[in-house]
């Protein structure tokens, strides 16, 4: 299986900042976003969304950088917020389940 030695940041053909760590470039990738104003990929607009809500934790009150946002709920489109429910749902489920086989035991 391969192993990436880095990750490279790179915006419109220029190398912006290369890192050993996966989550730190998307981390960059996603800062960069709000340092210059862009609006997330149309393509990948959900992902860069549903990235920002959960685990940035960044919930705006108004505006979206998801340029596919139509349908809203509490501001993130309908489709985030059942992805984020459904996580905590596997999170909450595992959790219950590791309680059990540690109870058994």
Not at 39 to 61: D, I, M
Request: charged share 20%.
């Amino acid at each position: 299986m391969y192993e990436a030695t880095y990750y490279y940041v790179v915006a419109e053909g220029v190398i912006i900042c290369s890192t050993t760590s996966a989550s730190q470039a998307v981390t960059v990738l996603y800062c960069l976003f709000f340092i210059f104003n862009m609006e997330f990929p149309q393509k990948a607009g959900h992902t860069w969304e549903f990235l920002q809500r959960y685990f940035f934790q960044n919930n705006p009150e108004e505006g979206s950088k998801n340029p596919k946002k139509k349908v809203q709920f509490g501001n993130a489109t309908a489709r985030v917020n059942s992805f984020i429910r459904d996580v905590v749902r596997y999170q909450l489920n595992e959790v219950n389940l590791e309680e059990e086989e540690a109870d058994d035991l």
